[in-house]
């Protein structure tokens, strides 16, 4: 009777240290796949982050819709051009005006501007282009740093947050893209 019970105590303590010995391994092997950790400052790692400009547009009735949409997609790092056309009343445009000059953020940061003239847009047309142009050329003007631009009206609302879209962007492989390759 003795000798069942040191034999199953043998065992026991024989898994017991091949389970010991084998997640000892396993922590080694991890830890020599994992990247070296090479610390930077977080200066250059904001630097690296990509910018982006947008173009929110809207027309009569979408006051509300483009102010929610620009709170929504606003971040410090990006550029934002609102632009109301022809359609939408004097008193709306005024109106954004007035919001924008107003909001606190936006003018300490200075990075909303909204198109004063109003175009009259078709949403099929070539007008729909030459008002995407123009806006184009004005935030190239104000900031000629940005490398994504985004075009949306004042019905689209973001489905990531601003963070995880540069977080997103910031991975990316852009050696693919037109700025990098030769035209003929």
Request: glycine share 2%; hydrophobic share 40%; with cysteine.
């Amino acid at each position: 009777m003795e000798k069942k019970w040191v034999f199953s105590l043998l065992i026991a303590s024989l898994v017991c240290g091949f389970l010991i010995v084998t997640y000892f391994n396993m922590s080694l092997l991890l830890s020599s796949l994992r990247p070296p950790i090479v610390e930077t400052s977080s200066h250059s790692k904001v630097d690296n982050l990509p910018r982006f400009a947008y173009l929110v547009s809207g027309s009569k009735g979408d006051l509300e819709s483009l102010w929610r949409t620009l709170r929504a997609l606003y971040h410090p790092r990006n550029q934002y051009i609102v632009h109301m056309d022809l359609e939408s009343p004097f008193e709306e445009r005024l109106e954004l005006a007035s919001r924008v000059s107003n909001d606190s953020m936006y003018s300490k940061i200075g990075n909303v501007y909204m198109i004063t003239k109003a175009n009259l847009v078709s949403y099929t047309g070539p007008t729909m282009v030459a008002n995407t142009l123009h806006a184009c050329a004005i935030l190239l003007k104000r900031s000629p740093d940005s490398d994504w631009f985004i075009n949306l009206s004042a019905s689209d609302y973001p489905l990531v947050t601003q963070d995880d879209l540069l977080y997103t962007f910031s991975t990316l492989d852009v050696t693919s893209t037109l700025s990098n390759t030769q035209l003929i």
